[in-house]
């Protein structure tokens, strides 16, 4: 079936640090990505989007990046912050026209002072 | 903008009865809104989509007599667990999209606990 899945599921990183989050989907058809970052108790925070037209993305101090060729998604955020720690999610639309999301498997980030 | 709220956060039940969470768009009218569980250490699951005045569409494995969603208006929607039992205790999360983009609005989550 459908798939969104995740390299890493635990990723240490010292502050001040790039950190790269990884995904892998499997849908070629897949139209829209978003990264979410999730803290213990709460609901997903928006990070960042890509849509399956781009290759490359940039917000502040976090970059995305939408591999087509090999199906991959990154998450780069520069200079890690002790409030960067928390699980990374990342999600796609499976296909034009619908809002629904599938939701990778997390990748907690843990940020090393 | 584009506010997201639930109520309650957390609740606790007793075994066989029925608990309704409440999701709210605040500052934006919902068309389409979305429920979605998390176990612990786990992803978000999809349970369902809703539109607003029609029937929820329930993802494969989910019992639609059990989770019982209602989408009355463009800024409210209900899931009620009936009957509820301790492995349905969970993290519900709700989110609302306005249809005029992909970006789905989160909700705070709700933390059922049966006992």
């Known amino acids: 079936g459908e798939s969104v899945g995740l390299h890493l599921p635990t990723l240490s990183v010292q502050e001040g640090d790039n950190s790269i989050i990884n995904c892998a989907y499997s849908?070629?058809?897949?139209?829209?990505f978003i990264w979410y970052k999730q803290e213990s108790g709460k609901g997903p925070q928006f990070i960042i989007d890509?849509?399956?037209?781009?290759d490359k993305r940039q917000g502040q101090r976090v970059t995305v990046l939408l591999n087509k060729t090999v199906k991959h998604l990154s998450l780069q955020i520069a200079a890690t912050q002790p409030g960067d720690s928390a699980v990374y999610f990342c999600?796609?639309?499976?296909?034009?026209?619908?809002?629904?999301?599938?939701f990778g498997t997390g990748t907690r980030l843990k940020v090393l002072a | 903008g584009a506010v997201v709220s639930q109520h309650p956060s957390w609740v606790i039940c007793k075994s066989g009865t029925s608990v309704k969470i409440e999701c709210r768009s605040l500052?934006?009218?919902?068309?389409?809104m979305f429920w979605y569980r998390q176990f612990p250490k786990q992803s978000l699951m999809l349970m369902a989509t809703s539109n607003e005045g029609s029937k929820a569409t329930y993802e494969q494995g989910v019992e639609k007599d059990k989770f019982l969603i209602n989408h009355a208006s463009l800024t409210l929607s209900t899931l009620t667990v009936t009957s509820a039992h301790p492995e349905d205790s969970s993290f519900y999360i709700c989110?609302?999209?306005?249809?005029?983009?992909?970006?789905?609005?989160f909700g705070p989550g709700t933390r059922l606990t049966v006992t």
């Open positions: 500052d934006f009218q919902a068309t389409t």
């Open positions: 999600a796609e639309t499976p296909s034009q026209g619908t809002y629904k999301y599938i």
């Open positions: 849908n070629s058809a897949s139209d829209y």
């Open positions: 989110s609302a999209t306005s249809g005029r983009s992909y970006e789905q609005y």
């Open positions: 890509i849509r399956s037209n781009m």
